[in-house]
């Protein structure tokens, strides 16, 4: 099953939650880079809410033109780049300077889906709900 049926499914209270992180961790998704930048200096798009972090992830191009759409930025040519869920959650979430998580489809109204800091999610070490220094985090550590 693709990621964005998992969403669907769960946003309509008939999806299983595993599963959807399951096809979250297996989904290639598209990155757009903060500023557009493919050499490296500029990062990946994404907002502070909260005091999370939230890096932008779409399942598809016209996703993203969706949300360029609502950003007011139709006209510009957006760099990306094509990341499994699991690299982003496992790689990228770690070096973030304090929780993050990631934003799926965040202009899709009906479809879009977040996966926060939390365990089970992203790992124990950086998960908001996971205490510092329980056998949960040093198993990680």
């Given at each position: 099953?693709?990621?964005?049926?998992?969403?669907?499914a769960y946003r309509?209270?008939?999806?299983d939650p595993g599963r959807l992180v399951g096809e979250f961790?297996?989904?290639?998704?598209l990155v757009p880079r903060s500023g557009g930048s493919v050499d490296g200096g500029g990062g990946l798009m994404s907002a502070v809410s909260g005091g999370i972090r939230w890096f932008y992830a779409f399942t598809d191009e016209e996703a993203m033109a969706r949300f360029a759409v609502a950003r007011g930025e139709a006209d510009c040519e957006w760099q990306y780049l094509a990341v499994l869920g699991a690299r982003l959650v496992d790689a990228v979430v770690p070096e973030a300077d304090g929780p993050a998580g990631v934003a799926v489809n965040v202009a899709d109204a009906d479809g879009s889906m977040l996966f926060p800091p939390v365990a089970g999610i992203v790992p124990d070490a950086y998960a908001v709900d996971v205490e510092a220094g329980s056998e949960s985090a040093a198993r990680v550590a």
């Amino acid at each position: 099953m693709e990621l964005t049926v998992e969403i669907s499914a769960y946003r309509t209270g008939v999806g299983d939650p595993g599963r959807l992180v399951g096809e979250f961790r297996r989904a290639v998704l598209l990155v757009p880079r903060s500023g557009g930048s493919v050499d490296g200096g500029g990062g990946l798009m994404s907002a502070v809410s909260g005091g999370i972090r939230w890096f932008y992830a779409f399942t598809d191009e016209e996703a993203m033109a969706r949300f360029a759409v609502a950003r007011g930025e139709a006209d510009c040519e957006w760099q990306y780049l094509a990341v499994l869920g699991a690299r982003l959650v496992d790689a990228v979430v770690p070096e973030a300077d304090g929780p993050a998580g990631v934003a799926v489809n965040v202009a899709d109204a009906d479809g879009s889906m977040l996966f926060p800091p939390v365990a089970g999610i992203v790992p124990d070490a950086y998960a908001v709900d996971v205490e510092a220094g329980s056998e949960s985090a040093a198993r990680v550590a």
